[in-house]
């Protein structure tokens, strides 16, 4: 079942099977994204000794070609680079990865134009952008499993460009289509904040702690009071157990990618140490590049290709605690905001709702002019309330 929200500034989706929360994806207004973007480039600066180009598309740093991602342009069987590109060349490429801090977005030229794309390739000149990339409901859309149960989506517009893309690009699809109010309820909303949480519960009682670093990702694995009656190693095995794949889910549904350095119980037993590794294994999954590594020590090395923006975006450093947490950015806490004052002016037409909350995020809120009246809070009123940015107050008046 593929879940919709297509609130104020923001667009959340979810696939819920067997009643639990498979995949969650946030896509915002003010997120500017170039992933999947095809553009017709400029090669700016062939490296032979990095096996690698830079193209210019028109954004702030140009782009990176790396040697494997522009060997279909040689025909040559071991290519080099600069058998594939050559300096001042157009060349059309497809944006597979943002860029990050100093870095431009990474390049493939291994595309397929369509006869409207090839036709607006001839005519342009670089750098020019050629075509957009799917909306994530589309792209979501497009991989949803043809037997998917039900569709369902908030919003009226939504669901109605939903069906048009449907019936074009996936036909059949647009049948499964159903608008409904409130389509997350609050078991599933409970199951979206533990994912900005740094801690996350075991069945067991036990739980782990999820730490983000400028380099990499920390894990660490807690028994807290769970005992096993065969003692140490059961305790330890039956809570690595849990951990693994809960580990595994949290890695998946935060989009988490890069290196993630996982800190279980240690285990004298190895064939226990190679079950648990299996288990985190299995849970990760193949449709993403990953290597998993699991030492007698309890030390899980993993390495995860990064293929969508991780949901940490959306968090920044507390400048209360020294940078040493992270806590919602105004825009997180003002769109959760929004999603309970509209829902309090749905349960009450006609009366006034009144929305308490930080400065910051009434800021951010009173940026949005049009777009609260054609989300029913045309008369909402703000009012700065005590607290931290974190918290906020709705009442029906």
């Not at 140490?232 to 290196?259: D, K, P, S």
């Not at 509209?342 to 002019?369: C, F, H, M, S, Y």
């Amino acid at each position: 079942m593929l879940l919709v929200n297509a609130g104020l500034g923001e667009t959340r989706i979810a696939l819920v099977a067997n009643g639990r929360l498979s995949d969650y994806q946030v896509a915002r207004d003010s997120e500017k994204t170039l992933l999947g973007n095809l553009y017709l480039g400029r090669v700016t600066r062939v490296m032979p000794a990095m096996q690698a180009a830079f193209v210019e598309i028109g954004t702030a740093r140009a782009g990176f070609l790396a040697l494997n991602e522009a060997r279909n342009l040689s025909a040559r069987s071991e290519p080099g680079i600069s058998d594939c590109v050559r300096e001042g060349e157009a060349v059309a490429v497809r944006v597979i990865r943002e860029g990050e801090g100093d870095k431009g977005p990474r390049l493939t030229t291994k595309v397929t134009l369509t006869q409207e794309q090839e036709a607006a390739r001839k005519m342009a000149r670089p750098p020019a952008l050629l075509a957009a990339a799917p909306s994530l409901l589309e792209r979501m859309l497009l991989e949803l499993p043809r037997d998917t149960a039900r569709i369902a989506i908030d919003d009226a517009r939504t669901a109605e460009a939903a069906r048009a893309f449907c019936r074009v690009s996936c036909p059949g699809l647009e049948a499964k289509i159903e608008t409904v109010r409130d389509v997350f309820d609050d078991a599933l909303e409970e199951d979206i904040a533990r994912l900005s949480a740094s801690r996350v519960p075991l069945p067991g009682g036990g739980w782990i702690t999820i730490e983000i670093t400028e380099g990499f990702t920390a894990i660490d694995v807690n028994s807290g009071g769970y005992a096993a009656s065969g003692g140490r190693e059961e305790t330890a095995l039956a809570v690595n157990l849990e951990a693994a794949q809960e580990i595994a889910r949290q890695i998946g549904l935060r989009g988490i990618g890069g290196l993630v350095v996982a800190d279980f119980i240690q285990m004298e037993d190895m064939a226990a140490t190679r079950l648990v590794e299996s288990v985190l294994t299995e849970g990760l999954g193949n449709s993403v590049p990953t290597d998993v590594t699991l030492s007698r020590t309890g030390l899980a090395v993993i390495t995860r290709k990064r293929v969508r923006p991780p949901l940490s975006r959306f968090l920044e450093s507390c400048a209360h605690c020294d940078g040493t947490s992270l806590r919602p950015t105004a825009e997180s806490v003002a769109l959760s905001a929004l999603r309970a004052a509209e829902r309090n002016a749905r349960a009450a037409p006609g009366r006034p709702v009144t929305l308490r909350a930080a400065p910051e995020v009434l800021d951010w809120i009173k940026g949005q002019g049009d777009g609260l009246a054609r989300r029913g809070l045309a008369g909402l009123k703000l009012e700065t309330g005590p607290g931290p940015r974190e918290a906020f107050d709705v009442t029906t008046g």
